[in-house]
Antibody
Framework: QLQLQESGPGLVKASETLSLTCTVS??????????WVWIRQPPGKGLEWIGS???????YYNPSLESRVTISGDSSKNQFSLKLSSVTAADTAVYFC???????????WGQGTLVTVSS | QSALTQPASVSGSPGQSITISCSGTGSDVGGYNYVSWYQQHPGKAPKLMIYDVSNRPSGVSDRFSGSKSGNTASLTISGLQAEDEADYYC??????????FGGGTRLTVL
């Protein structure tokens, strides 16, 4: 059974870089069948797609975040990561990692991790 | 990219059917058969309920069904049960090779 687990600091200072890692077990991020995705949800609000990475290293980003986002994969650790620079309070959210099939559906999700941006 | 448009809330009594709409454009919902629906209970990760407009993943009740007409997709839940009370989100692949979500709909089972 595929499992994903987010990890990283729960508190980040404004203007700094948010960094999260998603560890995948029960499956390989090197599979050609899937994309690996980051999605966030501000408290009390809806879901926002951040972006995804394919096993080739190709990345796809939300245009509204593209200038600040980097998503990458590490096949040796079976992990993929998210970096979001120059954060503000608006970036406070629960961040989910997931497995996506051809960018058409996210069928496996991590439990999510709350990241709070402090001033 | 602007979020897909969903009603903020819908409600229904146990046993009834409800439908949640998801409106987009020809660059997302209308242009591809890649609409998905997710159910999210409070404090939990979303769960995939429908993909590719009308397909159900293994283990999802057949009370859940999806459809699409033009730029609007719909999720129908029949035989409402108390456990169906949750937030529901649609999503679509877009022509910019991105994914967009709807704003979410809170379903209340009366």
């Amino acid at each position: 059974q595929l499992q994903l687990q987010e990890s990283g600091p729960g508190l980040v200072k404004a203007s700094e870089t948010l960094s999260l890692t998603c560890t995948v077990s029960g499956g390989s991020i090197s599979s050609s069948s899937y994309f690996w995705v980051w999605i966030r949800q501000p408290p009390g609000k809806g879901l926002e797609w951040i972006g995804s990475v394919y096993y080739t290293g190709s990345t796809y980003y939300n245009p509204s975040l593209e200038s600040r986002v980097t998503i990458s994969g590490d096949s040796s650790k079976n992990q993929f990561s998210l970096k979001l620079s120059s954060v503000t309070a608006a970036d406070t959210a629960v961040y989910f990692c997931g497995r996506d099939t051809a960018m058409t559906r996210t069928d496996y999700w991590g439990q999510g991790t709350l990241v709070t941006v402090s001033s | 990219q602007s979020a897909l448009t969903q009603p903020a809330s819908v409600s229904g009594s146990p046993g009834q059917s409800i439908t949640i709409s998801c409106s987009g454009t020809g660059s997302d919902v209308g242009g591809y058969n890649y609409v998905s629906w997710y159910q999210q209970h409070p404090g939990k990760a979303p769960k995939l309920m429908i993909y590719d407009v009308s397909n159900r993943p293994s283990g999802v009740s057949d009370r859940f069904s999806g459809s699409k007409s033009g730029n609007t997709a719909s999720l129908t839940i029949s035989g409402l049960q108390a456990e169906d009370e949750a937030d529901y989100y649609c999503s679509s692949y877009t022509s910019r090779r991105t994914v967009i979500f709807g704003g979410g709909t809170r379903l209340t089972v009366l």
